[in-house]
Antibody, heavy 117, light 107 residues
Framework: QVQLKESGPGLVAPSQSLSITCTVS????????ISWIRQPPGKGLEWLGV???????NYNSAFMSRLSISKDNSKSQVFLKMNSLQTDDTAIYYC???????????WGQGTLVTVSA | DIKMTQSPSSMYASLGERVTITCKAS??????LSWFQQKPGKSPKTLIY???RLVDGVPSRFSGSGSGQDYSLTISSLEYEDMGIYYC?????????FGGGTKLEIK
């Protein structure tokens, strides 16, 4: 079955960078686009960006200068990297499979990233 | 960016009551709208896509409607398990943007 699982560092110091890996199973990254969405604790959802099947990307302009999304199709992994983290980047980060019908039909469980000294 | 204004931000409703949540986009989004339900500690779950299409397995008491800038999610007869936070999402244009959420609690 379709599964996505995020793995991240848990804690990041201010001004440092964040790297999260999304490992997928039950489908191929050559067939489905993957978005990243985050949710600060107790707050709403924010779309960060998408990586398409062909490897192209589209980023939320609010993060474009410090966000990078890449993938390794052979390892079924998608990578999010964000630079210059601040405390308001504390959030649960989700990877989400896009679909042709329901856009965000499959979500990972999310990984909580806390930015703190 | 397209702004999604969702209302109400929170509400109480009784079991069996009809509940409606609305979302207004800052411009026409051509029915590229989804509704999600999120329960505490869980990832969001898609209920509705393309404004009015029910995802397989979602109870038929949920329905979506609307066009242009104005959309709504209706629960025809509220059940206890429907407690949670509901979000709308527009995916007509990048960046995709969510409404602020509606917290639905049982009275």
């Amino acid at each position: 079955q379709v599964q996505l699982k995020e793995s991240g560092p848990g804690l990041v110091a201010p001004s440092q960078s964040l790297s999260i890996t999304c490992t997928v199973s039950g489908f191929s990254l050559t067939s489905y686009d993957i978005s990243w969405i985050r949710q600060p604790p107790g707050k709403g959802l924010e779309w960060l960006g998408v990586i398409w099947t062909g490897g192209g990307t589209n980023y939320n302009s609010a993060f474009m200068s410090r966000l990078s999304i890449s993938k390794d199709n052979s390892k079924s992994q998608v990578f999010l990297k964000m630079n210059s983290l601040q405390t308001d980047d504390t959030a649960i980060y989700y990877c989400v499979r896009e679909g042709t019908g329901a856009l965000f039909a499959y979500w990972g469980q999310g990984t909580l990233v806390t930015v703190s000294a | 960016d397209i702004k999604m204004t969702q209302s109400p931000s929170s509400m109480y409703a009784s079991l069996g009551e009809r509940v409606t949540i609305t979302c207004k986009a800052s411009q026409d989004i051509n029915s590229y709208l989804s509704w999600f339900q999120q329960k505490p500690g869980k990832s969001p779950k898609t209920l509705i896509y393309r404004a009015n299409r029910l995802v397989d397995g979602v109870p038929s008491r949920f329905s979506g409607s609307g066009s242009g800038q104005d959309y709504s999610l209706t629960i025809s007869s509220l059940e206890y398990e429907d407690m949670g936070i509901y979000y709308c999402l527009q995916y007509d244009e990048f960046p995709r943007t969510f409404g602020g959420g509606t917290k639905l609690e049982i009275k």
